[in-house]
């Protein structure tokens, strides 16, 4: 907001003290153009902060399926375990490497407990990228004298491609800890399970989303030379840029991977720890649905130039804009539709930062 002020108010000066002392009878104050505008985001990808409906350290059932081959091929403490459970657990490891739809018996599964940390609240290194674009560009600007004229930017919103950068992964770890002592389900006590979750691979689908961007631009600019001798007028300004981005459309593989990561999260949350481990639907019956969101995000301008006089009234000109600290902040959530319940959330800030060329023909009136 500070910075916004910064150039708000010499703005305004400027408009006010034109007011005090502009002459009427001066002509061609106002200027249009029209052109192409290319727009290429200086910003990188940042990580992704990701939080679940799935309490820290909370207690779970595990349910009645837990397939051998999990235990087998997660990161384990298995051998660990002595007593029955550690003959019961190399019996279930040996199984499940020799048959991967092998299931733990359920009367060692069903009223076991576990406890689940790891992935209520955690950072993946996976982002977003804004791809380049194309788009018509327009101007509309009023002389305030001969040096220092006030600009309006926009255009055709373009459709911006938004390209995945890394994966995003969870790291679950699972601790069996069945109250009680003595019962069948209690001999897998202190067995963890680790599994590192693929959720999505950002690089893999390559185009996550596309979105429609509207960002107007107010400037100041200073024009060197005089109109009327010098045909080439170079010129520097400054200004504030808007963003307000909508109809944003996610690519369909990454919100088919979100739907999943949304039943994993409902199934850890009804007692079927065990079906979660595995992956897919299993036995859960949420329809989970995706929604994304963006802020609106504000920005300084800073620009350089030329118009180049064609006529008295005809002229082209190009530019060069930098818009520094454009961002914006991405929400994706997984919301179960039959309960309302939010599944999961997570935030990545888009750093837009672009460099933004012009070149265009206008019309002096």
Request: charged share 15%.
């Amino acid at each position: 907001m500070n910075q916004i002020c910064r150039i708000a108010v010499p703005l305004a000066c400027l408009l006010t003290t034109h007011l005090c002392y502009a002459d009427s009878t001066t002509s061609k104050r106002w200027a249009v153009s029209a052109g192409w505008m290319h727009v290429m985001p200086q910003g990188k990808a940042n990580s992704t902060h990701v939080t679940t409906s799935v309490v820290e350290g909370g207690s779970y059932g595990v349910g009645s399926s837990l397939w051998g081959s999990d235990i087998a091929n997660y990161e384990t403490n298995a051998s660990e375990i002595k007593g029955m459970g550690g003959l019961l657990l190399n019996t279930f490891i040996k199984n499940g490497k020799a048959d991967p739809n092998y299931k733990v018996p359920a009367s060692l599964t069903t009223g076991a407990r576990s406890d689940i940390t790891g992935i209520s609240d955690y950072t993946a290194q996976g982002g977003m990228e804004v791809a380049d674009t194309d788009t018509l560009g327009l101007t509309l600007s009023y002389f305030v004298n001969d040096h220092v004229s006030l600009e309006l930017v926009g255009g055709i919103p373009p459709k911006i491609d938004i390209d995945g950068v890394g994966e995003i992964r969870a790291s679950a770890l699972s601790t069996a800890n069945t109250p009680g002592k003595g019962t069948p389900p209690t001999y897998l006590n202190g067995l963890k399970l680790l599994k590192d979750t693929l959720i999505t691979d950002l690089d893999a689908h390559g185009k996550v989303a596309e979105v429609t961007a509207w960002t107007p631009a107010a400037t100041v600019k200073y024009h060197f030379g005089t109109s009327g001798q010098d045909k080439f007028r170079p010129f520097v300004g400054a200004g504030v840029v808007y963003g307000h981005f909508n109809k944003l459309k996610l690519n369909g593989g990454v919100e088919q991977d979100l739907i999943q990561a949304g039943y994993m999260i409902d199934n850890i949350l009804n007692d079927r720890a065990g079906e979660a481990l595995h992956g897919g639907q299993g036995s859960s019956t949420a329809t989970p649905k995706v929604k994304v969101k963006t802020s609106d995000a504000f920005a300084p301008v800073l620009t350089a130039g030329f118009t180049f006089d064609l006529t008295d009234r005809w002229f082209t000109t190009g530019s060069l804009s930098y818009m520094p600290n454009f961002n914006n902040v991405a929400t994706v959530t997984v919301t179960d539709t039959s309960t309302g319940t939010q599944l999961i959330k997570s935030t990545t800030k888009i750093d837009l930062d672009p460099l933004v060329t012009y070149l265009g023909v206008g019309y002096r009136f």
